[in-house]
């Protein structure tokens, strides 16, 4: 099925340790977006990039970095893992075409930081 | 900066009672809005958009919403909910450039009782 992929689903980490977040998109979509979703805070933004080979910090970037690999991937790092980031993290992505700004979002990854 | 207000975080409604979550935002210029709708243990999907045009926009399920540019006011409606609506709703602002980084509410948690 077209989508949004993230991968792993879930993820326990101890404080200190790093991982990457994976998205892959199959839509030939040109944005990408990474957000984490917090209770009561609704989503933010951590990066997005814009096109292939661009990355921008969002609202809420330290701590975290990313890579946008090719058009289809763009990764999220935590390089020393905080109990800040427990969250569930969300991979989203929009093509961009004049009268279509919606975002397609992956199904998310439920981190946990102890 | 642009902000989105959801002034109701918790709703609970009866089946085929009527429906209306408000959302206010702020910022001055051009906007996209969107309400998404969080199903339990789902990702965001789009219910409904608004760039231009007609201020009152159908979504799907029976959703709509009303763009009333004097109040930076979009909110969300239903005639009749069913148990199957329950969910998380977002509303969420777009700044209409090129990059429509988007900036959602905090949420409201609606409860459809049977």
């Known amino acids: 099925n077209a989508g949004v992929t993230q991968t792993p689903k879930f993820q326990v980490l101890k404080t200190g340790q790093s991982m990457t977040l994976q998205c892959a998109q199959d839509?030939?979509?040109?944005?990408m977006y990474w957000y984490r979703q917090d209770p009561g805070m609704g989503l933010r933004l951590i990066y997005y990039?814009?096109?292939?080979?661009?990355?921008d910090k969002g609202e809420v970037p330290n701590g975290y970095n990313v890579s946008r690999l090719n058009k289809r991937e763009f990764s999220l790092r935590l390089e020393s893992a905080a109990p800040s980031q427990t969250s569930v993290y969300f991979c989203?992505?929009?093509?961009?075409?004049?009268?279509?700004?919606?975002?397609?979002f992956g199904s998310g990854t439920r981190l946990t930081v102890v | 900066a642009q902000s989105v207000s959801q002034h109701n975080h918790h709703v609970i409604l009866s089946e085929a009672a009527s429906l209306e979550l408000g959302c206010n935002y702020s910022?001055?210029?051009?906007?996209?809005l969107f309400w998404y709708v969080q199903y339990p243990g789902q990702h965001l999907q789009l219910l409904l958009k608004?760039?231009?045009?007609?201020?009152l926009v159908k979504g799907i399920k029976g959703f709509e919403a009303e763009f009333i540019k004097s109040k930076f006011s979009f909110n969300l409606r239903k005639p009749s909910v069913q148990w199957s609506d329950t969910a998380e709703y977002f509303c969420?602002?777009?700044?209409?450039?090129?990059?429509?980084?988007?900036?959602f509410g905090t949420g409201t948690r609606l409860l459809v009782s049977p």
């Open positions: 989203a992505s929009r093509d961009g075409f004049p009268g279509d700004y919606g975002y397609t």
């Open positions: 839509m030939n979509h040109n944005s």
């Open positions: 990039s814009a096109s292939e080979g661009t990355t």
């Open positions: 910022y001055g210029g051009t906007v996209n």
């Open positions: 608004y760039f231009s045009g007609d201020p």
């Open positions: 969420a602002v777009g700044d209409g450039t090129g990059f429509q980084k988007l900036v």
